[in-house]
């Protein structure tokens, strides 16, 4: 059993910036499959970001450019580094674990997610 929670979401003007972060539980962070999704109000869930247990990540063409995804598993968290903001990535984003070593992007293959964090983009 994994547990995740999420935390520096929040308010910010278009263009601005803001870190994400996602605490796990467990002694075998190492070996999940970590991932970001968001869901605006009345859309689908989707995805934003991954990263494999080799560190190799993955991102959403809406975010290339714009979004990091990195991991430390010294400290079992996973992060996502959110630039250049836009009023369109308002939503909930939630932080996701999935076992096994293949990395995907439909949120139906992540075992476990947290509670998620809000974050508002205002223009």
């Known amino acids: 059993q994994v547990q995740l929670v999420e935390s520096g979401g929040g308010l910010v003007q278009a263009g601005g910036s803001l870190r994400l972060s996602c605490a796990a539980s467990g002694r075998t962070f190492s070996s999940y499959v970590m991932g970001w999704f968001r869901q605006a109000p009345g859309k689908e869930r989707e995805f934003v970001a991954a990263?494999?247990?080799?560190?190799?990540?993955y991102l959403a063409d809406s975010v290339k450019g714009r979004f990091t995804i990195s991991r430390d598993n010294a400290k079992n968290t996973v992060f996502l580094q959110m630039n250049s903001l836009k009023p369109g990535d308002t939503a909930v984003y939630y932080c996701?674990?999935?076992?096994?070593?293949?990395?995907?992007?439909?949120?139906?293959?992540?075992?476990?997610w947290g509670q998620g964090t809000q974050v508002t983009v205002s223009s």
């Open positions: 996701a674990a999935r076992g096994g070593p293949v990395v995907t992007t439909t949120p139906g293959d992540y075992d476990y």
């Open positions: 990263i494999g247990r080799s560190y190799s990540t």
